[in-house]
Protein backbone atom coordinates (compact mmCIF):
# COMPACT_ATOMS: atom_id res chain seq x y z
CA UNK A 1 0.00 0.00 0.00
CA UNK A 2 0.91 3.54 -0.32
CA UNK A 3 1.23 5.75 2.35
CA UNK A 4 2.65 9.68 3.49
CA UNK A 5 3.72 10.07 6.79
CA UNK A 6 4.71 13.42 8.28
CA UNK A 7 7.42 13.14 10.77
CA UNK A 8 7.89 16.10 13.56
CA UNK A 9 10.96 14.96 15.42
CA UNK A 10 10.98 18.08 17.73
CA UNK A 11 13.73 18.61 20.23
CA UNK A 12 16.03 16.87 22.40
CA UNK A 13 16.12 13.48 21.95
CA UNK A 14 13.22 13.89 19.48
CA UNK A 15 14.89 13.64 16.41
CA UNK A 16 16.67 10.72 18.04
CA UNK A 17 13.96 8.46 18.34
CA UNK A 18 12.16 9.87 15.56
CA UNK A 19 15.11 8.86 13.19
CA UNK A 20 15.21 4.63 14.54
CA UNK A 21 11.48 4.75 14.09
CA UNK A 22 11.78 5.69 10.83
CA UNK A 23 14.31 3.27 9.83
CA UNK A 24 11.99 0.81 11.23
CA UNK A 25 9.01 1.87 9.31
CA UNK A 26 11.28 1.87 5.92
CA UNK A 27 12.16 -1.46 6.77
CA UNK A 28 8.70 -2.76 6.61
CA UNK A 29 7.99 -1.25 3.56
CA UNK A 30 10.84 -2.93 2.29
CA UNK A 31 9.96 -5.96 3.67
CA UNK A 32 6.07 -6.39 2.58
CA UNK A 33 6.31 -4.18 -0.37
CA UNK A 34 4.64 -1.06 1.01
CA UNK A 35 5.72 2.63 -0.19
CA UNK A 36 5.61 5.11 2.02
CA UNK A 37 6.92 8.25 1.42
CA UNK A 38 8.44 10.73 4.61
CA UNK A 39 7.88 14.55 4.78
CA UNK A 40 9.73 16.50 7.80
CA UNK A 41 8.44 19.47 9.17
CA UNK A 42 9.03 21.80 12.47
CA UNK A 43 7.34 21.68 15.85
CA UNK A 44 8.00 23.21 19.06
CA UNK A 45 11.22 24.72 20.31
CA UNK A 46 13.15 24.39 17.15
CA UNK A 47 10.14 25.94 15.39
CA UNK A 48 9.97 28.73 17.69
CA UNK A 49 13.87 29.37 17.21
CA UNK A 50 13.14 28.92 13.36
CA UNK A 51 10.24 31.07 12.97
CA UNK A 52 8.68 32.37 16.09
CA UNK A 53 6.02 29.74 16.16
CA UNK A 54 5.48 26.32 18.04
CA UNK A 55 3.14 25.28 15.34
CA UNK A 56 4.13 26.62 12.00
CA UNK A 57 1.51 27.00 9.34
CA UNK A 58 3.50 24.19 7.09
CA UNK A 59 3.91 21.76 9.46
CA UNK A 60 0.18 21.62 10.24
CA UNK A 61 -0.88 21.75 6.60
CA UNK A 62 1.30 19.48 6.29
CA UNK A 63 -0.16 16.92 8.84
CA UNK A 64 -3.69 17.23 7.94
CA UNK A 65 -2.66 15.95 4.27
CA UNK A 66 -0.73 13.25 5.84
CA UNK A 67 -2.16 9.50 6.46
CA UNK A 68 -0.74 9.27 9.88
CA UNK A 69 2.04 11.89 11.67
CA UNK A 70 4.89 10.35 13.64
CA UNK A 71 6.04 12.77 16.31
CA UNK A 72 9.61 12.85 18.24
CA UNK A 73 9.12 15.57 21.39
CA UNK A 74 8.93 19.05 21.77
CA UNK A 75 10.50 21.53 24.49
CA UNK A 76 13.15 22.01 26.43
CA UNK A 77 15.18 23.92 29.30
CA UNK A 78 16.61 26.74 26.16
CA UNK A 79 12.26 27.51 26.10
CA UNK A 80 11.14 26.70 29.92
CA UNK A 81 11.51 30.52 31.04
CA UNK A 82 7.69 30.40 33.02
CA UNK A 83 7.66 33.68 31.43
CA UNK A 84 7.99 33.18 27.82
CA UNK A 85 5.53 34.55 25.42
CA UNK A 86 5.44 31.56 23.91
CA UNK A 87 6.16 27.56 24.53
CA UNK A 88 7.08 24.35 22.70
CA UNK A 89 4.09 22.46 23.77
CA UNK A 90 1.83 25.09 22.67
CA UNK A 91 2.51 23.69 19.20
CA UNK A 92 2.10 19.88 20.63
CA UNK A 93 -1.48 21.22 22.06
CA UNK A 94 -2.31 23.25 18.95
CA UNK A 95 -1.34 20.30 16.78
CA UNK A 96 -3.50 17.65 18.94
CA UNK A 97 -6.57 20.13 18.55
CA UNK A 98 -5.96 20.67 14.96
CA UNK A 99 -6.66 17.32 14.34
CA UNK A 100 -9.19 16.07 16.43
CA UNK A 101 -7.08 13.64 17.80
CA UNK A 102 -9.27 13.07 21.54
CA UNK A 103 -8.25 9.39 22.28
CA UNK A 104 -4.67 8.95 23.86
CA UNK A 105 -4.36 5.62 23.60
CA UNK A 106 -1.18 4.62 25.88
CA UNK A 107 -0.78 1.15 26.97
CA UNK A 108 1.42 -0.48 29.18
CA UNK A 109 2.92 -4.15 29.47
CA UNK A 110 6.09 -5.11 31.32
CA UNK A 111 8.50 -6.98 29.10
CA UNK A 112 9.19 -10.23 31.20
CA UNK A 113 13.14 -9.35 30.77
CA UNK A 114 12.79 -5.89 32.25
CA UNK A 115 10.90 -7.08 35.25
CA UNK A 116 13.95 -6.78 37.61
CA UNK A 117 13.99 -2.99 36.40
CA UNK A 118 10.89 -2.43 38.38
CA UNK A 119 11.03 -0.81 41.67
CA UNK A 120 7.65 -3.30 41.95
CA UNK A 121 8.09 -6.98 42.97
CA UNK A 122 8.24 -9.86 40.18
CA UNK A 123 5.15 -10.98 41.22
CA UNK A 124 2.58 -7.77 41.31
CA UNK A 125 4.19 -7.43 37.74
CA UNK A 126 1.96 -10.85 36.63
CA UNK A 127 -0.43 -10.56 34.09
CA UNK A 128 0.08 -6.44 33.49
CA UNK A 129 -1.54 -5.48 30.81
CA UNK A 130 -3.48 -2.25 30.61
CA UNK A 131 -4.63 0.25 28.20
CA UNK A 132 -4.77 3.82 29.42
CA UNK A 133 -7.57 5.89 26.97
CA UNK A 134 -6.29 9.48 28.35
CA UNK A 135 -8.62 12.45 26.95
CA UNK A 136 -6.68 14.74 24.65
CA UNK A 137 -8.16 18.02 24.03
CA UNK A 138 -10.09 19.03 26.78
CA UNK A 139 -9.87 19.79 30.33
CA UNK A 140 -7.32 22.08 32.34
CA UNK A 141 -4.52 21.98 28.96
CA UNK A 142 -7.05 23.93 26.43
CA UNK A 143 -9.32 26.26 29.24
CA UNK A 144 -8.94 29.44 29.63
CA UNK A 145 -5.62 30.69 31.24
CA UNK A 146 -5.19 33.95 32.94
CA UNK A 147 -2.26 35.32 34.86
CA UNK A 148 -1.84 38.82 36.98
CA UNK A 149 0.88 39.88 39.07
CA UNK A 150 0.01 37.88 41.45
CA UNK A 151 -2.66 35.68 40.62
CA UNK A 152 -3.24 32.60 37.86
CA UNK A 153 -6.09 30.37 36.59
CA UNK A 154 -6.32 27.37 34.23
CA UNK A 155 -9.93 26.94 33.64
CA UNK A 156 -11.12 22.82 33.20
CA UNK A 157 -13.77 22.89 31.25
CA UNK A 158 -15.43 19.21 29.95
CA UNK A 159 -18.66 19.22 27.42
CA UNK A 160 -21.10 15.78 27.37
CA UNK A 161 -19.61 15.33 24.15
CA UNK A 162 -16.15 15.44 24.74
CA UNK A 163 -16.49 13.30 27.65
CA UNK A 164 -19.35 10.54 25.66
CA UNK A 165 -16.76 10.33 22.47
CA UNK A 166 -13.97 9.12 24.36
CA UNK A 167 -15.45 7.10 27.02
CA UNK A 168 -17.23 5.49 24.24
CA UNK A 169 -14.00 4.90 22.61
CA UNK A 170 -12.62 3.25 26.01
CA UNK A 171 -16.04 0.70 25.78
CA UNK A 172 -15.29 -0.40 22.70
CA UNK A 173 -11.78 -0.99 23.21
CA UNK A 174 -12.63 -3.03 26.64
CA UNK A 175 -15.02 -5.29 24.34
CA UNK A 176 -12.29 -5.57 22.08
CA UNK A 177 -10.06 -7.08 25.13
CA UNK A 178 -10.84 -8.01 28.44
CA UNK A 179 -14.24 -6.21 29.35
CA UNK A 180 -13.46 -4.49 32.10
CA UNK A 181 -13.30 -0.60 32.22
CA UNK A 182 -11.96 2.11 35.05
CA UNK A 183 -12.93 5.15 34.66
CA UNK A 184 -10.58 7.42 36.71
CA UNK A 185 -12.09 10.61 38.41
CA UNK A 186 -11.93 13.15 41.21
CA UNK A 187 -15.69 13.46 41.44
CA UNK A 188 -15.83 13.74 45.30
CA UNK A 189 -14.44 17.83 44.73
CA UNK A 190 -14.66 18.57 40.76
CA UNK A 191 -17.69 19.58 39.43
CA UNK A 192 -15.85 17.91 35.75
CA UNK A 193 -15.51 14.72 37.32
CA UNK A 194 -19.16 14.80 38.76
CA UNK A 195 -20.48 15.43 34.90
CA UNK A 196 -17.59 12.72 33.70
CA UNK A 197 -18.86 10.12 36.11
CA UNK A 198 -22.82 10.64 35.34
CA UNK A 199 -21.90 10.56 31.33
CA UNK A 200 -19.92 6.93 32.09
CA UNK A 201 -23.35 5.95 34.10
CA UNK A 202 -25.08 6.90 31.15
CA UNK A 203 -24.28 5.45 28.86
CA UNK A 204 -22.74 1.78 30.54
CA UNK A 205 -26.30 0.30 29.70
CA UNK A 206 -25.07 0.04 26.19
CA UNK A 207 -22.30 -1.67 26.98
CA UNK A 208 -23.68 -4.65 29.38
CA UNK A 209 -21.02 -6.82 28.53
CA UNK A 210 -18.30 -4.64 30.13
CA UNK A 211 -17.88 -4.63 33.45
CA UNK A 212 -17.42 -0.70 34.54
CA UNK A 213 -15.78 0.67 37.40
CA UNK A 214 -15.39 4.45 39.01
CA UNK A 215 -11.88 4.85 41.17
CA UNK A 216 -10.56 8.66 42.39
CA UNK A 217 -7.57 9.35 40.83
CA UNK A 218 -5.87 9.50 44.07
CA UNK A 219 -6.27 6.20 45.30
CA UNK A 220 -6.01 5.18 41.52
CA UNK A 221 -2.10 6.46 41.79
CA UNK A 222 -1.62 3.91 44.84
CA UNK A 223 -3.75 1.11 42.67
CA UNK A 224 -1.94 1.22 39.92
CA UNK A 225 1.74 0.27 42.23
CA UNK A 226 -0.33 -2.05 44.49
CA UNK A 227 -2.09 -3.96 42.25
CA UNK A 228 -1.21 -3.17 38.64
CA UNK A 229 -2.28 -6.65 37.46
CA UNK A 230 -6.18 -5.82 37.81
CA UNK A 231 -6.69 -3.00 35.35
CA UNK A 232 -7.59 -3.88 31.44
CA UNK A 233 -8.90 -0.40 30.30
CA UNK A 234 -8.45 2.76 32.05
CA UNK A 235 -10.28 6.15 30.92
CA UNK A 236 -9.37 9.78 32.59
CA UNK A 237 -9.08 12.75 31.43
CA UNK A 238 -5.98 14.87 30.06
CA UNK A 239 -4.31 15.60 32.84
CA UNK A 240 -4.88 12.51 35.27
CA UNK A 241 -3.91 10.26 32.31
CA UNK A 242 -0.97 12.99 31.62
CA UNK A 243 0.13 11.77 35.40
CA UNK A 244 -0.94 8.36 35.68
CA UNK A 245 0.45 7.00 32.17
CA UNK A 246 4.27 7.96 33.43
CA UNK A 247 3.68 6.28 36.18
CA UNK A 248 2.77 3.92 34.42
CA UNK A 249 6.01 3.91 32.59
CA UNK A 250 7.77 3.05 35.38
CA UNK A 251 6.17 -0.26 36.14
CA UNK A 252 7.94 -1.35 32.70
CA UNK A 253 10.75 -0.39 33.34
CA UNK A 254 11.21 3.23 31.69
CA UNK A 255 9.63 6.21 30.60
CA UNK A 256 11.72 5.36 26.94
CA UNK A 257 9.45 2.27 26.76
CA UNK A 258 5.95 3.41 25.99
CA UNK A 259 4.13 4.61 22.90
CA UNK A 260 1.30 6.45 22.29
CA UNK A 261 -1.41 6.94 19.28
CA UNK A 262 -3.87 10.04 19.40
CA UNK A 263 -7.12 8.78 17.68
CA UNK A 264 -9.89 11.02 16.27
CA UNK A 265 -12.76 9.96 14.38
CA UNK A 266 -11.21 9.54 10.85
CA UNK A 267 -7.67 6.90 10.75
CA UNK A 268 -5.25 9.43 10.54
CA UNK A 269 -3.39 9.60 13.98
CA UNK A 270 -0.38 11.20 15.57
CA UNK A 271 1.56 8.37 17.10
CA UNK A 272 4.71 9.56 19.74
CA UNK A 273 6.45 8.11 22.44
CA UNK A 274 5.05 9.08 25.81
CA UNK A 275 8.30 10.63 26.91
CA UNK A 276 9.88 14.16 26.57
CA UNK A 277 12.84 15.42 25.07
CA UNK A 278 14.88 14.23 27.69
CA UNK A 279 17.34 17.45 27.97
CA UNK A 280 19.72 15.44 29.95
CA UNK A 281 20.96 12.84 27.30
CA UNK A 282 20.11 14.58 24.67
CA UNK A 283 22.33 15.04 21.99
CA UNK A 284 24.22 11.73 23.47
CA UNK A 285 22.70 9.48 20.95
CA UNK A 286 21.62 6.81 24.18
CA UNK A 287 17.95 7.56 24.36
CA UNK A 288 15.67 4.60 24.21
CA UNK A 289 14.28 4.02 20.87
CA UNK A 290 11.73 1.65 22.22
CA UNK A 291 8.54 4.26 22.83
CA UNK A 292 9.26 5.54 19.63
CA UNK A 293 8.89 2.51 17.10
CA UNK A 294 6.17 1.02 19.09
CA UNK A 295 4.36 4.76 18.24
CA UNK A 296 5.39 3.30 14.91
CA UNK A 297 3.79 0.41 15.49
CA UNK A 298 0.75 1.53 16.31
CA UNK A 299 0.26 4.02 13.33
CA UNK A 300 1.03 0.82 10.83
CA UNK A 301 -2.03 -0.81 13.14
CA UNK A 302 -4.47 2.34 13.57
CA UNK A 303 -3.48 4.63 10.54
CA UNK A 304 -2.52 1.63 7.89
CA UNK A 305 -4.89 -1.23 8.91
CA UNK A 306 -1.56 -3.48 8.92
CA UNK A 307 -1.50 -5.18 11.75
CA UNK A 308 0.59 -8.02 10.69
CA UNK A 309 3.47 -5.55 10.20
CA UNK A 310 2.47 -3.84 13.17
CA UNK A 311 3.29 -7.15 15.22
CA UNK A 312 6.48 -7.86 13.37
CA UNK A 313 7.65 -4.77 14.64
CA UNK A 314 6.23 -5.48 18.49
CA UNK A 315 7.78 -8.76 18.24
CA UNK A 316 11.18 -7.24 16.88
CA UNK A 317 11.15 -4.79 19.64
CA UNK A 318 10.78 -7.37 22.34
CA UNK A 319 12.99 -9.87 21.07
CA UNK A 320 15.69 -7.02 21.43
CA UNK A 321 14.61 -5.95 24.84
CA UNK A 322 14.78 -9.80 25.81
CA UNK A 323 18.29 -10.16 23.69
CA UNK A 324 20.25 -6.64 23.93
CA UNK A 325 21.33 -4.51 23.16
CA UNK A 326 19.91 -2.02 25.35
CA UNK A 327 20.03 1.37 26.43
CA UNK A 328 21.36 2.83 29.45
CA UNK A 329 18.19 3.31 31.05
CA UNK A 330 16.88 -0.28 30.56
CA UNK A 331 20.41 -1.43 32.02
CA UNK A 332 22.49 -1.99 29.17
CA UNK A 333 25.11 -0.32 27.34
CA UNK A 334 24.27 0.07 23.67
CA UNK A 335 23.31 3.34 22.18
CA UNK A 336 19.96 4.46 20.30
CA UNK A 337 21.42 3.18 17.20
CA UNK A 338 22.66 -0.18 18.38
CA UNK A 339 19.31 -1.04 19.49
CA UNK A 340 17.97 0.31 15.82
CA UNK A 341 20.06 -2.02 14.04
CA UNK A 342 19.51 -4.95 16.63
CA UNK A 343 15.33 -4.14 15.84
CA UNK A 344 15.83 -3.85 11.49
CA UNK A 345 17.77 -7.09 11.39
CA UNK A 346 15.01 -8.83 13.68
CA UNK A 347 12.17 -7.03 11.36
CA UNK A 348 13.68 -8.38 8.78
CA UNK A 349 14.21 -11.61 10.40
CA UNK A 350 10.87 -12.11 11.61
CA UNK A 351 9.67 -10.54 8.03
CA UNK A 352 11.57 -13.55 6.05
CA UNK A 353 10.61 -16.38 8.69
CA UNK A 354 6.58 -15.48 8.28
CA UNK A 355 7.35 -14.96 4.09
CA UNK A 356 8.79 -18.59 3.87
CA UNK A 357 5.88 -19.86 6.02
CA UNK A 358 3.21 -18.25 4.04
CA UNK A 359 4.46 -18.83 0.31
P1 LIG B 1 11.20 13.65 30.02
O1 LIG B 1 10.25 12.59 29.64
O2 LIG B 1 11.82 14.42 28.92
O3 LIG B 1 12.38 13.01 30.90
C1 LIG B 1 12.18 12.43 32.19
C2 LIG B 1 13.32 11.44 32.50
O4 LIG B 1 13.14 10.28 31.70
C3 LIG B 1 14.70 11.99 32.17
O5 LIG B 1 15.61 11.54 33.14
C4 LIG B 1 15.00 11.39 30.82
O6 LIG B 1 16.38 11.22 30.55
C5 LIG B 1 14.27 10.06 30.90
N1 LIG B 1 13.86 9.63 29.55
C6 LIG B 1 12.82 10.15 28.84
N2 LIG B 1 12.78 9.59 27.63
C7 LIG B 1 13.79 8.72 27.56
C8 LIG B 1 14.26 7.84 26.55
N3 LIG B 1 13.67 7.73 25.36
N4 LIG B 1 15.34 7.09 26.82
C9 LIG B 1 15.95 7.15 28.00
N5 LIG B 1 15.55 7.97 29.01
C10 LIG B 1 14.49 8.74 28.77
O7 LIG B 1 10.42 14.60 31.03
P2 LIG B 1 10.81 16.05 31.65
O8 LIG B 1 12.26 16.08 31.95
O9 LIG B 1 9.83 16.27 32.69
O10 LIG B 1 10.51 17.06 30.46
C11 LIG B 1 11.49 17.58 29.58
C12 LIG B 1 10.84 18.38 28.47
O11 LIG B 1 10.08 17.49 27.63
C13 LIG B 1 9.85 19.43 28.95
O12 LIG B 1 10.05 20.59 28.16
C14 LIG B 1 8.50 18.83 28.68
O13 LIG B 1 7.50 19.78 28.42
C15 LIG B 1 8.78 18.03 27.44
N6 LIG B 1 7.86 16.91 27.22
C16 LIG B 1 7.44 16.72 25.93
C17 LIG B 1 6.63 15.65 25.62
C18 LIG B 1 6.18 15.47 24.21
O14 LIG B 1 6.66 16.16 23.34
N7 LIG B 1 5.27 14.56 23.91
C19 LIG B 1 6.27 14.74 26.62
C20 LIG B 1 6.72 14.96 27.92
C21 LIG B 1 7.52 16.04 28.20
C1 LIG C 1 2.77 14.19 27.02
C2 LIG C 1 3.44 15.47 27.43
C3 LIG C 1 2.60 16.66 26.98
C4 LIG C 1 1.28 16.57 27.75
C5 LIG C 1 3.23 18.05 27.16
C6 LIG C 1 4.58 18.15 26.55
C7 LIG C 1 2.32 19.10 26.57
O1 LIG C 1 3.71 15.49 28.79
O2 LIG C 1 2.53 13.99 25.83
O3 LIG C 1 2.49 13.36 27.89
O4 LIG C 1 1.21 16.98 28.92
O5 LIG C 1 0.31 16.11 27.14
MN1 LIG D 1 3.33 13.60 29.78
Known amino acids: ?48 DASGEPLPA ?20 KWSDPNA ?41 KDVDVLFVRELTGGAYFGAKTRTADAATDECRYTEAEIE ?63 PGRYDVVVTENLFGDILTDEAAALAGSLGLLPSASLGDGK ?3 YEPIHGSAPDIAGQGVANPTGAMLSAAMLLRHSLGLEEEAQCVEAAVSHVLAHGPRTRDVGGQGNTAAV ?20
Open 165 to 227: RVVRRAFALARERRHHLTSVDKANVLETSRLWRNVVQRIAPEYRDVKVEHQLVDSMAMLLLTQ
Open 268 to 270: RGL
Open 85 to 125: KVRPEQGLLALRAALGVYANLRPLQVHPALANLSPLKNEKL
Open 1 to 48: MKAHIVTLPGDGVGPEVTAAAVAVLQAVAEHYDHQFTFEEHLIGGCAI
Open 58 to 77: ASLEACKKADAVLLGAVGGP
Open 340 to 359: RDAVLMAVEDHASTHHAFFA
